[in-house]
């Protein structure tokens, strides 16, 4: 079966940290992986996303995650963090063909301290 | 960018009654959306999936009858949550995937739906 874990539920840090979000997928044949950020009150944004090619990815706002494919992990980091960084997020995976529906982690709530 | 609706935002409704909930594509063209559900603090988890011009298919345990997805057009899905009970209060919400290939799902803002 289909699944994503995401290691924390809660993390807090201070301004100017840097942050690691763990994320492991299982899934059967080729997988897409994304990172979503929803912000209080706010609809799911993309942060970054992996296809193919390069397993470092780049995102907006700073962020990046590293595709390790023997370790089935996509974790999401940012060097230095912003108070404007509090929010939810949510590392996903699809099928690698791209039309199918994703599947989610529980999410991690990230709250930065000014 | 591409840009997700959800119409209406919020909706209160009493048990028994039917709740339909709509979800656009503004500036693109969507062969698939999708519609996920988010219950308070948990994550999103994928209801059906939505093909225009086609029946929609639903993951497993979702009651299709319940939750009936009709995909009309290119730019619309409706989700309509029949016979409401309680226990169907949550945050609905869809996204859509172009026509064009990138296979990126855009999400829309959700919808918040209480049966009383």
């Known amino acids: 079966a289909q699944s994503v874990s995401q290691h924390n539920h809660h993390v807090i840090l201070s301004e100017a940290a840097s942050l690691e979000l763990g994320c492991n997928y299982s899934y059967g044949g080729t997988v897409n992986l994304f990172w979503y950020v929803q912000y209080p009150g706010q609809h799911l944004q993309l942060l970054l996303k992996?296809?193919?090619?390069?397993?470092l990815v780049k995102g907006i706002k700073g962020f990046e995650a590293e595709f390790i494919k023997s370790k089935f992990s996509f974790n999401l980091r940012k060097p230095s963090v912003q108070w404007s960084d509090t929010a939810e997020y949510f590392c996903a995976a699809g099928s690698g063909g791209g039309a199918d529906g994703l599947t989610f982690g529980k999410g991690t709530h990230l709250i930065i301290q000014p | 960018g591409a840009v997700v609706s959800q119409h209406p935002s919020r909706v209160i409704c009493k048990s028994g009654t039917s709740v339909k909930i709509e979800c656009r594509s503004l500036d693109f063209q969507a062969t698939t959306m999708f519609w996920y559900r988010q219950f308070p603090k948990q994550s999103l988890m994928l209801m059906a999936t939505s093909n225009e011009g086609s029946k929609a298919t639903y993951e497993q345990g979702v009651e299709k009858d319940k939750f009936l997805i009709n995909h009309a057009s290119l730019t619309l899905s409706t989700l309509t949550v029949t016979s409401a009970h309680p226990e169907d209060s949550s945050f609905y919400i869809c996204s859509a995937s172009e026509t064009s290939g990138s296979y990126e799902q855009y999400f829309g803002p959700g919808t918040r739906l209480t049966v009383t």
């Open positions: 992996y296809f193919s090619g390069d397993p």
